[in-house]
Structures are given as C-alpha cells and as structure tokens.
C-alpha cells in the first residue's frame, strides 16, 4: 500500500468505491512487470467491499474500448474474472456474506448474553425472540446470497448489451456462471459476435461459436476468413470441430477466396500493373489456411479445389524468384543455362496437376516478376517463351521499369563465403549391377557414411500425405586401399545415388538392411527422423532410428558452445556457415526428384547434402569442438 501521499491504494479505492482509480492501479501492475498475476492486494481488499462483485462490474465498466488494446482489456477481465470465480466458490461466497451479516448478529448476540447475566423467569419470553432473529439472520444468508448474485448478473447482461462498452465483457460469462445460451440468448449473441468481429476479438468469437453454441446464427464465413488472414489454424480446427458441414464451407470460401485473387492478379497484369505484396500476402494466407486444413483432413485440393491448389504451389516457390534476382544481380554474365533449375521449377508448377487451369495466370505472374527490372527482363523473355505467353511479354516491354533493388545479404565473419563444392566422384545407382558393387563396398569397405534422402516438395504434390523418398544418397568414407594396389589407385571417398523408383524394393531393402544394421560403419544424419520415416514407409523392415548401431545425428551437436533444443534446432546450412566457412545452395531443393533422368544440377546438390556430413564430422573431430557429447532433443 503506498503510504506518504503517493496515491490510491487498493484499500483507499474500495473504501471510496472508486472504480476508476482501482483500474488504473491494476493497469498501471501489468505495465511494470512484464509477465504478472493478477495483483493478490486486490483480492484481498475487495472482500472488503459491501458488495464485491458490483465493484467489479464497476471497474469493468470503466475500461474505455478505445483507450485500451485488446490484449490490455484481457489481461485486466480475466483477472477480474478469476476473482469473481472464486468469490462464488460456495465456502467463499458463504463466508463472505456471513461476514455481511455478522454486524447485526453481534447486535443480537450480546443482547442474548446480557438476558443470560439477569437469568430472571420473565426475561425468558424476551430470549426465545432474540433466539429466533438470530436464526432468522443464519437463515437468510442464502435467500440474500441468491438475490445479490441474481441482481449482479442482470447487470452483467445489461453492460453486454450495451454497445458503449467492450464487448470482451463477454469473458466475465464463465465466471458467473451464467446460462448463455441461443434459446434465451440469441439477439444478444449475435450482436455480441458482430462487435467482437468489429474489433478483431477472434478468439471470443470463436468461444462465441463453440462453446456457446451460436455457430449456425452468426456470420461465421466473415469469422473465418479473418482466422484465415491471422493464419490461425489452432483457431479455425476449433471452429470446425470435425463437422463435415463445416469443413466443406471452409473449403469452399478458401477456393473462392484464392480464385478471387487469382483473377485480381490476372486483371492487374493484364492491365499493365506488376502485382503488389498485398495481394500476394492475400493469396499466401489463404492458400495456406486452405491446403493446412485439407491435408489434416486428408483432402486433395487437386481433386475439387483447383484454386488452392494453384496458390499453395505459387507460394512455395515465391522466394525463388526473388533467388533468381539475386542470381542475375549478382552474375555481370550470366549465362541463362545456369538457370535451367528455376526454370524447370516455375514451369512444373504452372502447369502440375489441377494448376493446369490457371496456367496462364501463373505463368503471366512468373514472366511479369522479371519485367520489373531491366538487368532481369532477359529471363523474362525466355520464360515467356517457355510458358508460351509471348504476347503477355510483349505488353509488359512497354511498362516502365522500377529502379534497381538493393539486396542485402549477411555473410558470415564480414566477409563472403564460397559456395560449397565437391569434386567426390558421383554415381547414380539405377541398375542392379550397380547396387552389387556398392553391397560390395558396403561389406569390405566402408568406414563410415553420410546419409540423406530428397522426395518430390509440396510445391509438385499436394496431397495429405507426404511423398516417399525419390532418391537416397550415400556419401561413403572408405578404408585406405590394400598394399599391393598402386597408390592414389582408388579414391577415398564416393558418394552414389540410389534410384529409389524404378530399383527392386526387395534388393534396395536388402542394400539398406546390410547399412542400417552394420556395427562397424559409422553413420551420418542430419535431423534424419524424418528422412527414416518416410523410408520405412516403403522399407518396413528397417529399424528405428534408436535401434541403429553407430548413428550419429549431426542437428544434435553444439556449435559454438550451445547445445541445440526443441524449439531452436540447428540447421544444416547454419551449420556448413558457421563450421565450415562455406555457403550451402539450397536452390535445388525443391526440384522434381521423380522426374528421370536428374540433371547434373540436381545429381550435384544430392550429392552435396551427403558429403558435407562426412565434412562436418571431421572438422568436429579434427578441432576437438565436439568435447561436449551431442543431447537427445
């Protein structure tokens, strides 16, 4: 309690029923400390008060909807919240008005003592009727006790429906335990839910919705698409509760609402305007809302939702275009060859599966990215040539050109890193002969292996599931050649790329049984759980990872003395960066893996992801910076 004169307190606020002054102290509580409870001082004074719970509703009503953020309006009603909830805990309740009551029972009782004292025959008329209004006062705790809850419960329901107040007063609800329900309810609901939407309270309309069951009688497709734009997918599973009605409604107002912005970008480039952030962000949130809650529920867009399907391929390739201008800014003479992987990229998805009927939109949205800047409008001729939009092309030349971007790219140390490269010998294993030499090795020479796998991105397959591996590449150490072999006669290090697709499952399972399943070789991952789950879908003999001999988990190490977690895990490009001094390209990334033949790009990248293991665990062993043993995460 502040004490010379340094303001309010909580005992002065409830003495005075000064409402006003008691929010700005539990304000002014929650901007001191950073992440507080409910001060305990208040509790403990508003017992005090004649009638606690109406102080409450007072401060309640002083929270001014303009002057306070939502979160502050939270933070301060359901603090409020859970000190009416247990004030109307029955011991509590029952407690708090016994001390109401006890002025007057007193008053009683010490009349009842001084009759004792005379003890005389015709006091006794006198002290049967005191008896009895001392009983009458015990009785009437409960009749008294309803009657205030009732009166403050009224008033409640009088501040929800009034629209000069917050409707996040709706969070006092629970607390007093009222019956809110559509049958006596709904106007009030209703009107509640279209001011809680106004305000952007999502997560009380969607209590609003659910718990309280106004779902079918408010408009929940305007609910919806702003759970869409928050990208609060926790929120619309909620909403959608599973049923099939529900579920379909979302769908459909995703298609609708990515078709709408697909055409609006259509229209934009068609008149001559490059597309802006806030369309494609548009575009980004409700493709992703759209294809999140289809793949929980094992829905394929491409089947009925041709839009989402469209948007959610356009948005995982968004950030190639902008790789793209990096690549063309940053080259003085690029040659358009060695662009052969985006372009394979952008033209897979514009015309992958049900994108086929926005083919032209998205090609148009590829092509018109590279007329924004002169150095870039080369790529964009031969894309338009590729994705058979000539005409589109020939438009956008007469679009003024916008200045040239400033990329700003960090490299490690200050200075710039190299990119990664290997001159390992690379082999792809796609025929049986093959896969025996390398059982061969396996058996006689191998000392330890790097082990990665790639399957087609989600940019190529929408579907509930996520594809199985393409390909597996394994980067092997070998052992140092027999005496009589001539020296530097065989190198030391290999890496071969097994065709997943068109090898026998039965000799693959039996070349990954021998590897998996090996006590003396070493074996490489990087964050591999995920890469073994999605092989032992079609290897199902193969062991857990914790079952395999001699593994090692390179995600799982420290670098620079911090041991990764749950929530912050090491990244394999982060890693090569920081351990190694070298850039990681990560551009091939989402290429098609299905496709055959890979190109030598692809083959090298694969490749790449393997080898740089081998060269992560020697430089940890060689610096002695893996003292610290790598921590199950």
């Known amino acids: 309690m502040p004490k010379g004169g340094a303001g309010p307190s909580f005992y002065t606020c409830v003495k005075d029923n000064d409402a006003a002054s008691a929010l700005n102290l539990i304000q002014s509580h929650f901007q001191q400390q950073q992440s507080p409870a409910f001060p305990q001082t208040f509790r403990s004074h508003v017992r005090t008060h004649e009638d606690p719970v109406a102080f409450i509703l007072d401060i309640a009503a002083s929270i001014q909807l303009k002057e306070c953020t939502l979160r502050e309006q939270r933070k301060v009603l359901r603090g409020l919240g859970e000190v009416v909830g247990k004030l109307y805990l029955s011991e509590d309740w029952t407690g708090w008005m016994k001390d109401q009551m006890k002025e007057r029972k007193d008053e009683k009782t010490k009349v009842l003592e001084e009759l004792d004292g005379k003890n005389s025959e015709d006091q006794y008329p006198k002290r049967q009727k005191t ?27 009088s501040l929800l429906a009034n629209y000069t107040e917050s409707p996040l007063l709706c969070l006092l609800i629970p607390p007093f335990g009222i019956a809110f329900n559509v049958s006596d309810h709904r106007l009030l609901g209703r009107s509640l839910f279209e001011r809680l939407l106004a305000i952007g309270a999502l997560a009380e309309c969607v209590m609003l919705a659910t718990d309280y069951g106004f779902y079918p009688y408010v408009d929940h497709r305007a609910l919806l698409l702003q759970l869409a734009r928050a ?47 806030e369309h494609r962000m548009l575009l980004k949130q409700y493709a992703k809302a759209g294809s999140d809650i289809m793949a929980k ?65 998205l090609s148009k949205l590829f092509v018109g990215h590279f007329m924004r800047y002169e150095k870039t409008r080369l790529y964009g001729a031969f894309l338009s040539e590729l994705l058979q939009v ?40 796609n025929t049986l002969e093959k896969l025996e030499v390398l059982n061969g090795l396996i058996s006689e020479r191998v000392v330890k292996v790097g082990i990665d796998c790639e399957w087609a991105p989600t940019a190529l397959r929408i579907t509930a599931d996520t594809a199985p591996p393409a390909i597996l590449q394994i980067a092997l150490d070998l052992n140092d050649a ?49 890469d073994l789950s999605l092989l032992r879908t079609i290897f199902p003999s193969l062991p857990p990872l914790a079952q395999i001999p001699r593994f090692e988990d390179l995600c799982k ?24 001094h070298k850039r990681l390209d990560k551009t091939v990334r989402i290429s098609n893996w299905e496709r055959r033949p890979l190109r030598a790009s692809q083959l ?10 081998l060269d992560l665990y020697d ?15």
Not at 397 to 424: C, I, N, Q, R
Request: glycine share 4%.
């Open 297 to 361: 529920h094992r829905i394929d867009p491409d089947a009925n939702y041709h839009s989402v399907a469209a948007a959610s391929r356009l948005m995982t390739v968004t950030w190639l275009l902008h790789e793209v201008d990096l690549l063309i800014f940053s080259s003085p003479n690029l040659d358009l060859a060695e662009l052969e992987d985006y372009t394979d990229i952008f033209e897979t998805v514009a015309t992958a599966g049900s994108s086929k009927r926005w083919k032209t939109v």
């Open 482 to 530: 027999d005496e009589t072999s001539p020296v530097n006669s065989a190198p030391r290090r290999i890496c071969r790329i097994l065709d997943l697709i068109h090898l026998p499952r039965k000799d693959l399972s039996r070349t990954l049984e021998r590897l998996f399943t090996s006590r003396t070789i070493l074996k490489l991952g990087f964050d591999f759980s995920h």
């Open 390 to 429: 000539r005409d589109f092309y020939g438009q956008m030349t007469k679009v003024t050109v916008e200045p040239t971007p400033e990329f700003h790219s960090v490299p490690a140390h200050g200075k710039k890193m190299d990119m990664y490269l290997s001159d390992v010998p690379v082999e792809f294993v």
């Open 604 to 613: 090298r990248y694969a490749a790449n992801d393997a080898i740089v293991l």
């Open 131 to 157: 008896e009895r209004a001392v009983k009458r006062i015990d009785d009437d705790i409960t009749p008294a006790s309803t009657a205030l809850r009732t009166t403050n419960t009224k008033r409640l329901l």
């Open 231 to 277: 990208e609060d997918k926790k929120s619309i599973t909620v909403l959608l509760a599973g049923y099939t009605d529900r579920l379909i409604t979302f769908c459909e107002l995703m298609e609708e609402m990515c078709s709408q912005e697909l055409k609006t970008i259509d229209h934009m480039l068609g008149s001559g305007h490059f597309v802006g952030t």
């Open 619 to 633: 430089k940890y062993q060689t610096e002695k910076v893996s003292d610290v043993k790598p921590v199950n995460v």
């Open 557 to 580: 190490y420290p670098v620079n003395g911090n041991n990764p977690t749950k929530k912050h895990k090491n990244s394999l490009k982060k890693m090569v960066e920081l351990i190694l």
